[in-house]
């Protein structure tokens, strides 16, 4: 299994409160070669696209998403079994798309050895490249954090071993330490499971800072909500004026209206749209928009007038900038 990770460019930003920057990297993977920043379509969304009989996104890069929605699931080895079987059959659906596991679960929750273990595991017992890494306490030590992804770097060596931050890590300091240890001890890619950026600006600001030069491959993962409350400001584009390279939705926990929605691309943010749309179509329609925002940043990268032009004219990536100054 082999990766090449090259930074072709990037573009920084700075704020009294911290730096932002944009990157375009390309990422070499078995001879496949991908261009980023990149929305990444998720598990959910490419249900949205069988429903709505449309398949217009680029789906080089696809996440297969599963939910633990109470601390008691994941432990089984009936669980482990069901959930290998159902990513074994996402994995031969998508076999022109390189995939990904995420497991998604709340935030309070602290993961037991045998749920870590499992999440592990399974991906590894699959045709899957990776092997995505599930901290147990999002709080654990720096030192800890380094012994224990070396350590599991040696035990799925047959894979891309991905060390993951959260970037709901309350100790000060704490993220800036984690992605140094990735840095320094050679890794190419890394997870940053999402948490808000406005409720945790210094974590995001530690990640910007660090990696705005580096061949490193940063994925976001479990973005949630896809726009803001108010402003209707899409949220994934936020993610790659802090450094992301491929960015993709969280599976909605549900109790919220599911309202169709069209993202503007000129403005970042959603507009409603005519309720006879259905809300699959509207759904897969985004994933292309949202792609075609992300193909606009890239380009603005390289020709070093993302915050100069791009941001400053549309409201949606104007908006993080001017809550964060």
């Known amino acids: 299994m082999s990766l090449r990770v090259r930074n072709k460019g990037f573009e920084v930003h700075r704020t009294l409160k911290g730096q932002f920057c944009g990157r375009v990297v390309d990422i070499k993977i078995d ?127 047959d894979k891309i071993f991905t060390p993951s931050v959260h970037m709901k890590t309350e100790k000060e300091g704490l993220i800036r330490k984690k992605v140094k240890v990735v840095l320094n001890n050679g890794f190419q890619r890394v997870n940053v ?30 973005v949630l909500p896809r726009m803001t409350i108010k402003e209707k400001t899409a949220m994934i584009p936020w993610t790659f004026l802090f450094g992301a390279n491929t960015t993709s939705l969280a599976k909605a926990w549900g109790g919220g209206s599911a309202y169709p929605r069209h993202l503007n691309r000129d403005t970042s943010c959603f507009d409603i749209v005519d309720r006879n749309i259905s809300y699959p179509k509207s759904r897969a329609e985004n994933v292309k928009e949202t792609e075609i925002v992300s193909q606009d940043i890239k380009n603005s990268i390289l020709q070093q007038n993302l915050f100069r032009n791009l941001v400053r004219n549309r409201a949606g990536l104007r908006d993080i900038i001017n809550r964060l100054r």
């Open 31 to 157: 001879g496949v070669t991908i261009e980023t920043p990149k929305t990444v379509p998720s598990k959910k969304e490419l249900e949205y696209f069988s429903q709505a009989d449309r398949r217009t996104a680029d789906l080089s890069v696809v996440q297969y998403v599963t939910q633990m929605r109470h601390f008691g699931g994941f432990q089984s080895s009936a669980d482990q079994t069901r959930e290998k079987l159902l990513y074994e059959s996402f994995l031969r659906a998508n076999q022109g798309s390189i995939v990904d596991f995420f497991l998604q679960y709340p935030h309070r929750f602290n993961l037991t050895n045998r749920q870590q273990a499992m999440a592990m595991d399974l991906q590894n017992d699959t045709v899957s490249k990776f092997v995505s890494h599930f901290e147990q306490n999002r709080n654990q030590k720096a030192d800890v954090f380094e012994k224990e992804i070396i350590l599991l770097r040696k035990t799925y060596n």
């Open 193 to 222: 499971i999402y948490a808000s950026i406005l409720e945790n600006p210094s974590n995001w600001f530690a990640l910007s800072n660090l990696i705005y030069d580096k061949d490193l491959w940063v994925n976001v993962v479990g």
